[in-house]
């Protein structure tokens, strides 16, 4: 037989877990709100927080301090940008449908007139050759002294020594990327791109820095932050506002945005100055991406900003 008194803490009990259950319920939901997790408290997921941000930022009047302001041009290099780079053929679709060269140089040259600061972020890896040829040479002289070779037979043996010093210098071995690498890193060893002081790592002809603009040193990851001097560029200069454009949309330019965002910079993406190996990447990273880490826009958005 159950005493009243049982039956009474009992129904206490349950009571007070529903009310504590359903305060737990409504505090968790609301904390996750801003993480797209919505319940019957609200119908607000995360894309009614990024999309007007998207949107805004187009359509309504922005004024930027050009003193305050970076573009940031990331990888504008031969191999990606020009015909003949081992790379064109992969962006170069994308590149004529958003025409983001042409809409680059535009922005380069607006804002340098508006005062803004032009950095430049190309991407190389050291050419990495051996030096036992000139070991040989010095050698060489050496032997003949003692051995009184003929001089007929030092010419013979300097040639060929020279010969082999020239083509041990064409051999890249990419050593500062690991043995086993893999994803775009291992594409970009095992194609020998971007090799310092060779034709497809200068930057192209449209976009070549001119007096005034930065070219920013280290860069052999994706973040052009990581391994370089560019944030020490862009505080020594006090700059608030990075603007940026390049390549990959989905790789590099999208890395770079990440670190700038968390460096605490205001970051605007140029939608229209990217590009991607296909249209459906670019999407992608317009639509899911962009607008968590910064205000998607577009050159003739930031062009009128720094103009006003």
């Known amino acids: 037989m159950v005493s009243n008194s049982s039956t009474c803490l009992g129904v206490r009990v349950v009571v007070a877990t529903r009310i504590v259950t359903l305060f737990l319920s409504s505090l968790s939901c609301w904390a996750l709100i801003p993480f797209g997790i919505t319940s019957s408290f609200t119908s607000r997921p995360i894309s009614s927080f990024l999309l007007p941000m998207s949107a805004s930022t187009e359509s309504l009047e922005l004024t930027l301090d050009p003193k305050e302001t970076a573009i940031v041009f990331i990888e504008y290099q031969n191999e990606f940008a020009t015909e003949g780079g081992k790379l064109h053929d992969a962006v170069k679709d994308v590149m004529f449908q958003t025409k983001m060269l042409e809409n680059s140089k535009k922005m380069a040259d607006s804002a340098r007139n508006s005062g803004c600061l032009i950095v430049h972020c190309p991407i190389e890896y050291d050419k990495v050759y051996s030096n036992t040829s000139c070991v040989f040479t010095v ?50 060893k095992n194609g020998k791109c971007f090799v310092e002081g060779e034709w497809g790592s200068s930057i ?23 391994s370089t001097n560019l944030d020490f560029i862009l505080r020594q200069n006090n700059i608030k506002n990075v603007v940026l454009g390049g390549f990959l949309t989905n790789c590099c330019v ?55």
């Open 139 to 188: 050698l060489l002289f050496v032997l003949h002294g003692v051995l009184d070779l003929s001089d007929v037979c030092l010419l013979v043996c300097l040639f060929v020594n020279v010969l082999s010093f020239i083509c041990s210098k064409k051999k890249k071995s990419f050593s500062e990327i690991g043995k086993d690498p893999y994803g775009i890193l291992a594409g970009v």
């Open 204 to 226: 192209c002809e449209s976009m070549k820095p001119v007096e005034g603009d930065i070219i920013v040193k280290g860069k052999r990851g994706l973040c052009a932050f990581h």
């Open 254 to 308: 999208e890395s770079t945005m990440r670190t700038a965002y968390e460096n605490g910079y205001r970051v605007y993406t140029l939608k229209d100055c990217c590009a991607a190996t296909s249209m459906a990447g670019q999407q992608a990273a317009y639509e899911h991406t962009f607008a968590m880490f910064s205000h998607p826009t577009t050159s003739d958005v930031i062009i009128k900003a720094v103009s006003t």
